[in-house]
């Protein structure tokens, strides 16, 4: 039996961790949006209704840094920078919206500074530096801007872990985790215990 919404909820907390949860699915809307999504196949050149088509392609090429393939395909593979795109568009306001579209921005201009290209065509390594500089808001990058990037890659993780691949290769399920006793003594629990509380 597959697990429900509830946990698969509880799953991705554990993973994110309660606070970058809270940030990718404050309320129960972002869930429902994220699990209607159906990722497109991997069709260069496409707009997104957030993003347009050149930083369409810097997210997906920021989605492969953080989820690179292994031995199961990585973020970019499984159409997470088009979930984001829709995420951002159908669960965010106008300003997070906007911020998202300045940190691609701001992403390409520093490629094309730093390498004379876009971050698209700069290739695997190069791409890596200069995140790995904007996650320390290095290499002219601001403390704004990383945690903007901060909260792209709880996004990415957010949209990888609601995929197939994701939910049934990455995340374990366990019906009754820890075990199930069915007839314990009373009087070795000491008392009765609350919890998943609906």
Not at 34 to 53: E, Q
Not at 107 to 114: F, K, M, Q, V
Not at 152 to 162: A, E, M
């Amino acid at each position: 039996m597959p697990p429900t919404r509830r946990q698969l909820l509880k799953g991705l907390s554990a993973v994110l961790g309660t606070a970058a949860f809270a940030q990718v699915a404050g309320c129960s809307r972002d869930v429902d949006v994220a699990l209607d999504y159906t990722p497109a196949g991997d069709a260069d050149g496409r707009s997104g209704r957030l993003f347009s088509t050149d930083a369409l392609r810097v997210l997906h090429d920021v989605c492969a840094q953080v989820i690179p393939t292994t031995d199961t395909p990585g973020a970019h593979e499984l159409d997470v920078h088009g979930f984001i795109d829709n995420q951002l568009f159908h669960c965010y306001d106008a300003e997070a919206q906007a911020l998202a579209v300045q940190l691609l921005d701001a992403i390409d201009a520093g490629a094309r500074a730093r390498y004379g290209a876009p971050f698209a065509e700069a290739g695997h390594d190069a791409q890596l530096a200069l995140l790995t500089d904007l996650e320390r808001a290095g290499g002219g990058f601001t403390q704004a801007q990383r945690q903007q990037f901060k909260h792209l890659k709880n996004l990415v993780v957010f949209g990888y872990l609601t995929t197939e691949v994701g939910g049934t290769q990455l995340l374990a399920w366990d019906p009754f985790p820890g075990g199930f006793r069915g007839s314990v003594p009373y009087a070795s629990v000491g008392r009765a215990w609350l919890g998943n509380v609906t």
